[in-house]
């Protein structure tokens, strides 16, 4: 039974660049969270999707988006490329509330 | 809203030592907690969940943690490590909305 998936697993994009991280779910989850792990930090939630709607939203501006496809798998997108979005972002998978989140092992973006 | 504070930036400890991880939250409704650890280069792995029910909550690799709902504590500990237990561990928190709310890690390092 696979886990979380992510690709890719790492990244180097410039300044002013978009990018794209893919996440495939844990076989049977449907919620997908996104989650950006600065470096020595511990990791910042951005946003959940459940049924292919943005469920809920964390303090990202809109630069960073997404979209959760049929399948559950899910994508992040992030415009206009800041130095400070260099990051490890982490996918993060459940089924209830009540039942831990699975987390990937995430995208090392690096933005030069 | 939820948040987390873990009490201790870095832990050393010698092997074979016991260790405390000490993690408190704010909350002003009933919620989950959770301990993960995340090696180098690594996602995050869970070790143990609280939901309900005992206060005493046992994980993986020997971990446990003790919830006191009036000190708002959720400490983790272990009696007797191990040098692979060298990682970073994140105490989180969330309600019944799927967005978990993460302290700011506590570095182990075992030493022989």
């Known amino acids: 039974d696979a886990g979380v998936t992510q690709s890719p697993t790492h990244l180097i994009k410039t300044r002013g660049q978009q990018v794209t991280l893919r996440c495939s779910p844990k076989s049977g989850h449907d919620t997908v969270s996104w989650y950006q792990q600065a470096l020595g930090q511990g990791p910042q939630f951005i946003f959940q999707y459940y049924e292919e709607e943005e469920r809920q939203r964390g303090n990202f501006p809109d630069r960073f988006s997404g979209h959760q496809f049929p399948n559950y798998s899910s994508e992040l997108n992030v415009n206009a490329l800041l130095l400070g979005d260099s990051a490890l972002y982490l996918c993060?998978?459940?089924?209830?509330?009540?039942?831990?989140?699975?987390f990937g092992d995430g995208t090392r973006l690096s933005i030069l | 809203a939820q948040s987390v504070t873990q009490l201790d930036s870095q832990v050393p400890v010698f092997e074979e030592a016991p260790v405390e991880l000490r993690c408190n939250y704010s909350s002003s409704v009933s919620v989950y907690l959770f301990w993960y650890v995340q090696y180098p280069n690594q996602g995050l792995q869970l070790l143990l969940k609280y939901l309900s029910g005992s206060t005493l909550v046992k994980g993986i690799n020997g971990f446990e943690a003790e919830f006191n709902k009036s000190q708002t504590s959720f400490h983790l500990r272990k009696p007797s490590v191990h040098i692979s237990d060298t990682a970073e561990y994140f105490c989180?928190?969330?309600?019944?909305?799927?967005?978990?709310?993460f302290g700011a890690g506590t570095t182990v390092t075992v030493r022989a």
């Open positions: 989180a928190v969330t309600h019944n909305d799927y967005k978990l709310s």
């Open positions: 993060a998978s459940s089924y209830r509330v009540d039942q831990p989140q699975h």
